[in-house]
């Protein structure tokens, strides 16, 4: 089985701060790792994935992930916020099923920038 | 370059009626396909998936169904809509042959039923 806590359900900053989104994982597997971004009514767009290559990935719009095996974590980050980057974000690991990979979603943690 | 249509966008129904929403990926073949709910302040439920045509694997019993009638399209239907039903509605598409591979999703479908 494998499962996702994403340990904040709402993070505010300020603009220009820098940004911490937590996330711990449980897989019986080596995981795969995800962070996908929501802007409200919108689909979800792949931020970053880890796939047991570098423990540090990069993503777009400055974002970034650090796999932590010995901590089972998963952190999200950006160095500097913007007001661009205020939508929900999901902390996501990947395993098998019945031949089709699946996906389970932590909760959310919604994020706010603030001027 | 892959894309992925849902439509329609938005739509209202009144209980008891059908409802058809369909989803369609370009730019590739024999994708993994599935639908995902997302209700109001709650996360992403799967709710199915397909490795193939005329393939459904069901993940939550409910009040909905899904087929596949050609590779690339995916349709999720219902014959009598549930006040329940509500809710956002993402369409996915993940490669097949590759372990762990990511989902891409569509713009979703904002079901209100009233």
């Known amino acids: 089985a494998q499962s996702v806590t994403q340990l904040d359900s709402h993070v505010s900053v300020s603009e220009g701060t820098p940004v911490l989104l937590r996330c711990n994982y449980s897989s019986s597997y080596s995981p795969s790792l995800f962070w996908y971004v929501q802007h409200p009514n919108k689909g979800l767009q792949l931020l970053l994935k880890?796939?047991?290559?570098?423990?540090l990935v990069k993503g777009i719009n400055g974002f970034e992930a650090e796999f932590k095996k010995s901590e089972t974590s998963f952190h999200l980050t950006k160095p500097s916020a913007h007001m661009s980057d205020a939508a929900e974000y999901f902390c996501v690991v990947s395993g098998l099923t019945g031949g089709g990979n699946k996906l389970t979603f932590g909760t959310g943690t919604q994020l706010k920038v603030e001027l | 370059s892959q894309t992925i249509h849902q439509w329609p966008a938005t739509l209202v129904q009144p209980v008891g009626s059908p409802l058809s929403l369909e989803c369609t990926v370009e730019?590739?073949?024999?994708?993994?396909l599935y639908w995902y709910r997302q209700a109001a302040g709650r996360g992403l439920q799967l709710l199915f998936y397909?490795?193939?045509?005329?393939?459904i694997s069901s993940e939550v019993p409910q009040n909905l169904s899904a087929s596949r009638p050609q590779d690339r399209q995916f349709i999720l239907s219902s014959k009598k809509l549930l006040l329940s039903d509500s809710g956002f509605y993402l369409c996915?598409?993940?490669?097949?042959?590759?372990?762990?591979?990511?989902?891409?999703f569509g713009p979703g479908t904002r079901l209100t039923v009233l």
């Open positions: 397909s490795v193939g045509i005329g393939q």
């Open positions: 996915a598409w993940g490669r097949t042959g590759t372990l762990y591979n990511e989902q891409f």
């Open positions: 730019g590739t073949s024999n994708p993994n």
């Open positions: 880890y796939t047991s290559a570098a423990t």
